[in-house]
């Protein structure tokens, strides 16, 4: 089967362009991505794109997306990205937050809990986990830090290179130092956020890397247990990256919860 | 000339084997290797060696602070500048500096800074400076916001000090409801600002708008020359003319009886292995959005281990260049007044010793510096019109052209007007 082919457009919110990628059609879907960033292409959309007119839009600030100097939150970003669907009159729209991007969903799911068609967490962060920590990128490099993302090594290999350009690992430290200017402290997580999930009227799919060492299980089980029609699925052989490391698992994960809620 | 005495205040009781095993000297090293009984015998230490160089002929004492590593024990500079307020009667007190942008609460650091002012019978020379990047980890504090908060932090700390409260800070990193502190520097319009830095162009731009004498820290004497060109084609912009006022120098110098003597003690200026704030990992020194844009592509292969680290010169190399310079009295003399000739500084600190050097070699070598180079510099200070601050009654900044009237000379011992 060919691929839809992407599109590169962009809209102007809260007096920046916001630039984003589109493909396939029906249903609208919005993928948010990691606090590294994204590849400029990935199977996993691919997939996604043919059930889905697909939206996949660079953080503000990251990806080479302008920087709102003002920008102070994660729940700033979430209503960026309420504005950009008001902006493009989308309704109906599923959420599928990857890592950080996870979180974005997560609160722009807490916020306008009646608007969205289904939700879509994986490994995501913005909760607090009891006993164990959220990996703190501040301490390791960037090659460290997207390494530790996947459980085999190879992978990252296959799509970064064994040795990221320059220009990726610039990429990375303008992308960490956007992270830092909205989610340094507390780092990656929101304390009221557990507390505003139970009004969410969506069906969620909590999904988790066995072997995600960036975020711990135990916030995809905290998830689970905060959104009122959450399921917690374990993808087996993938780290915190799991569209990238278990792309048809993730995807086919996607599809069965869309035939069934 | 404006001469001081400056250690970094070493943990040398620290297990080094530890460090090596760990791969790093900083920030993650761990405290168990903290030995207080060790921590309160070199404080107390310390103190013996700031109450010398004010016997010897010492001006200043500078003060710097650090935290998370053993390369520098003082974790609050404002701390030893209490002590030294109330056991020295004639030095300066120049903390260079205060690391602004950690502060949370930046009115409280102009509360205790006044204090000291007023304690110390107005000696106070209030250095800022921005932190290293480790500082910033080691306190939780957004290094991506490291100047905005650095520069904000300074505005609100000359305004307490200046203009009369209550008033009321709203900030983008700071809000006050009421600004008005129950203590005032006791010099006016406020305690002389130094800044002190190694490379950042933004610090040294920053520095000479404000008209505050810049304190390059060990720089090789070329790049000392490009800092002086840069400050002073700003300061020519802003409207005044740079010169040796505005300008300070920190030299590694140790002095001892012999050469060898002298060589052997000066190595241990690399006791960190070289780098001077120890061993740690490039992100740590730099996170993200701390150091400059224009740096950002030398970095970030220099954080993945692809770039030679930019700071670490052997031994060899910074002798060569005279960062580091040892010797006797005799010896060291030739070499001061090289970095005097070319480098035209007023405000000099000697960085005396490091490491490991002992009790006894560190006393000698503040003792050979006071009563054998200290008067030899003096001179050559005198001979090449190097002027400090104090002896040309510079302004305090751009915002004070003004003299600088004590509202309680009579306080101020004459001898600490040099």
């Given at each position: 089967m060919t691929e839809a082919p992407w599109t590169r457009e962009s809209v102007d919110v809260a007096g920046q362009p916001l630039p984003f990628m589109r493909a396939g059609a029906g249903d609208p879907l919005l993928v948010l991505s990691h606090d590294v960033g994204s590849l400029p292409s990935l199977p996993f959309y691919d997939l996604l794109a043919r059930q889905y007119t697909v939206y996949v839009p660079s953080h503000p600030g990251y990806d080479g997306s302008a920087r709102p100097e003002w920008l102070r939150s994660v729940r700033d970003v979430a209503i960026i990205y309420q504005w950009f669907l008001a902006e493009r009159g989308l309704t109906g729209v599923s959420l599928v937050g990857l890592g950080f991007g996870g979180w974005i969903a997560a609160e722009m799911a807490a916020m306008a809990p009646a608007a969205f068609r289904r939700l879509v967490l994986v490994g995501a962060m913005g909760i607090r986990p009891d006993s164990g920590e959220i990996l703190d990128q501040a301490l390791v490099s960037y090659l460290d830090y997207a390494r530790a993302g996947f459980a085999d090594p190879k992978v990252f290999e296959r799509l970064y290179g064994s040795e990221p350009p320059t220009s990726q690992l610039e990429q990375w430290d303008l992308n960490r130092e956007m992270t830092f200017r909205i989610a340094w402290k507390p780092y990656m997580y929101s304390p009221t956020l557990p507390h505003l999930l139970?009004?969410?009227r969506a069906p969620a799919l909590v999904a988790w890397g066995r072997q995600d060492r960036i975020v711990p299980l135990e916030c995809g089980e905290r998830y689970a247990k905060a959104l009122p029609r959450a399921r917690l699925v374990v993808v087996e052989d993938a780290g915190h990256f799991v569209e990238m490391e278990q792309p048809e698992a993730l995807g086919k994960l996607v599809a069965e919860f869309a035939a069934t809620s | 000339m404006h001469l001081m005495y400056f250690t970094?205040?070493?943990?040398?009781?620290?297990?080094?084997a530890a460090g090596r095993d760990f791969g790093?000297?900083?920030?993650?090293?761990?405290?168990?290797?903290?030995?207080p009984v060790e921590g309160s015998r070199l404080y107390n230490q310390y103190i013996e060696h700031y109450k010398l160089a004010e016997d010897v002929g010492f001006d200043g004492i500078m003060l710097n602070e650090h935290h998370n590593a053993p390369f520098c024990m003082q974790a609050k500079c404002n701390v030893f500048a209490s002590i030294l307020a109330a056991i020295t009667t004639r030095v300066k007190i120049v903390l260079l500096g205060n690391p602004l942008p950690l502060a949370d609460n930046p009115v409280r650091l102009a509360e205790e800074l006044a204090m000291i002012d007023m304690v110390s019978k107005g000696r106070l020379v209030s250095g800022f400076v921005r932190g290293g990047g480790q500082e910033q980890l080691a306190t939780g504090v957004n290094p991506a916001f490291n100047r905005e908060r650095f520069e904000e932090a300074h505005e609100l700390i000359v305004r307490a000090w200046t203009q009369p409260g209550p008033f009321r800070w709203e900030g983008n990193h700071y809000q006050h409801r009421v600004v008005n502190p129950w203590a005032v520097p006791l010099q006016k319009p406020h305690p002389r600002i130094w800044i002190p830095g190694v490379l950042s162009k933004e610090t040294i731009i920053w520095a000479a708008r404000q008209r505050y004498p810049y304190i390059a820290l060990s720089t090789a004497i070329d790049a000392t020359k490009k800092i002086w060109e840069l400050y002073d084609s700003v300061a020519a912009e802003t409207g005044y003319a740079g010169g040796p006022a505005n300008r300070g120098y920190l030299q590694r110098c140790h002095v001892a009886e012999t050469e060898e003597k002298a060589l052997a003690n000066a190595r241990q200026f690399m006791w960190m292995q070289g780098e001077f704030t120890g061993l740690a990992h490039p992100v740590w020194s730099s996170p993200s959005g701390y150091f400059s844009p224009s740096n950002r592509r030398a970095f970030v292969e220099f954080a993945v281990g692809r770039r030679a680290n930019p700071r670490a010169a052997a031994f060899e190399d910074q002798l060569r260049d005279q960062q580091i310079i040892a010797g006797t009295p005799k010896t060291v003399l030739p070499r001061l007044r090289r970095l005097l000739e070319e480098t035209r500084p007023s405000i000099v600190g000697f960085w005396a010793s490091d490491g490991f050097v002992s009790n006894e070699d560190t006393m000698t070598s503040i003792r050979l510096l006071g009563q054998e180079v200290l008067p030899a510099v003096r001179e050559m200070g005198k001979e090449l019109g190097l002027l400090s601050p104090f002896e040309a009654d510079a302004p305090v900044s751009i915002k004070y052209p003004e003299r600088q009237t004590p509202r309680a000379e009579a306080a101020m011992p004459q001898a600490a007007v040099r």
């Amino acid at each position: 089967m060919t691929e839809a082919p992407w599109t590169r457009e962009s809209v102007d919110v809260a007096g920046q362009p916001l630039p984003f990628m589109r493909a396939g059609a029906g249903d609208p879907l919005l993928v948010l991505s990691h606090d590294v960033g994204s590849l400029p292409s990935l199977p996993f959309y691919d997939l996604l794109a043919r059930q889905y007119t697909v939206y996949v839009p660079s953080h503000p600030g990251y990806d080479g997306s302008a920087r709102p100097e003002w920008l102070r939150s994660v729940r700033d970003v979430a209503i960026i990205y309420q504005w950009f669907l008001a902006e493009r009159g989308l309704t109906g729209v599923s959420l599928v937050g990857l890592g950080f991007g996870g979180w974005i969903a997560a609160e722009m799911a807490a916020m306008a809990p009646a608007a969205f068609r289904r939700l879509v967490l994986v490994g995501a962060m913005g909760i607090r986990p009891d006993s164990g920590e959220i990996l703190d990128q501040a301490l390791v490099s960037y090659l460290d830090y997207a390494r530790a993302g996947f459980a085999d090594p190879k992978v990252f290999e296959r799509l970064y290179g064994s040795e990221p350009p320059t220009s990726q690992l610039e990429q990375w430290d303008l992308n960490r130092e956007m992270t830092f200017r909205i989610a340094w402290k507390p780092y990656m997580y929101s304390p009221t956020l557990p507390h505003l999930l139970g009004g969410v009227r969506a069906p969620a799919l909590v999904a988790w890397g066995r072997q995600d060492r960036i975020v711990p299980l135990e916030c995809g089980e905290r998830y689970a247990k905060a959104l009122p029609r959450a399921r917690l699925v374990v993808v087996e052989d993938a780290g915190h990256f799991v569209e990238m490391e278990q792309p048809e698992a993730l995807g086919k994960l996607v599809a069965e919860f869309a035939a069934t809620s | 000339m404006h001469l001081m005495y400056f250690t970094e205040q070493p943990m040398s009781a620290y297990p080094e084997a530890a460090g090596r095993d760990f791969g790093a000297t900083a920030l993650m090293f761990s405290n168990r290797h903290f030995d207080p009984v060790e921590g309160s015998r070199l404080y107390n230490q310390y103190i013996e060696h700031y109450k010398l160089a004010e016997d010897v002929g010492f001006d200043g004492i500078m003060l710097n602070e650090h935290h998370n590593a053993p390369f520098c024990m003082q974790a609050k500079c404002n701390v030893f500048a209490s002590i030294l307020a109330a056991i020295t009667t004639r030095v300066k007190i120049v903390l260079l500096g205060n690391p602004l942008p950690l502060a949370d609460n930046p009115v409280r650091l102009a509360e205790e800074l006044a204090m000291i002012d007023m304690v110390s019978k107005g000696r106070l020379v209030s250095g800022f400076v921005r932190g290293g990047g480790q500082e910033q980890l080691a306190t939780g504090v957004n290094p991506a916001f490291n100047r905005e908060r650095f520069e904000e932090a300074h505005e609100l700390i000359v305004r307490a000090w200046t203009q009369p409260g209550p008033f009321r800070w709203e900030g983008n990193h700071y809000q006050h409801r009421v600004v008005n502190p129950w203590a005032v520097p006791l010099q006016k319009p406020h305690p002389r600002i130094w800044i002190p830095g190694v490379l950042s162009k933004e610090t040294i731009i920053w520095a000479a708008r404000q008209r505050y004498p810049y304190i390059a820290l060990s720089t090789a004497i070329d790049a000392t020359k490009k800092i002086w060109e840069l400050y002073d084609s700003v300061a020519a912009e802003t409207g005044y003319a740079g010169g040796p006022a505005n300008r300070g120098y920190l030299q590694r110098c140790h002095v001892a009886e012999t050469e060898e003597k002298a060589l052997a003690n000066a190595r241990q200026f690399m006791w960190m292995q070289g780098e001077f704030t120890g061993l740690a990992h490039p992100v740590w020194s730099s996170p993200s959005g701390y150091f400059s844009p224009s740096n950002r592509r030398a970095f970030v292969e220099f954080a993945v281990g692809r770039r030679a680290n930019p700071r670490a010169a052997a031994f060899e190399d910074q002798l060569r260049d005279q960062q580091i310079i040892a010797g006797t009295p005799k010896t060291v003399l030739p070499r001061l007044r090289r970095l005097l000739e070319e480098t035209r500084p007023s405000i000099v600190g000697f960085w005396a010793s490091d490491g490991f050097v002992s009790n006894e070699d560190t006393m000698t070598s503040i003792r050979l510096l006071g009563q054998e180079v200290l008067p030899a510099v003096r001179e050559m200070g005198k001979e090449l019109g190097l002027l400090s601050p104090f002896e040309a009654d510079a302004p305090v900044s751009i915002k004070y052209p003004e003299r600088q009237t004590p509202r309680a000379e009579a306080a101020m011992p004459q001898a600490a007007v040099r």
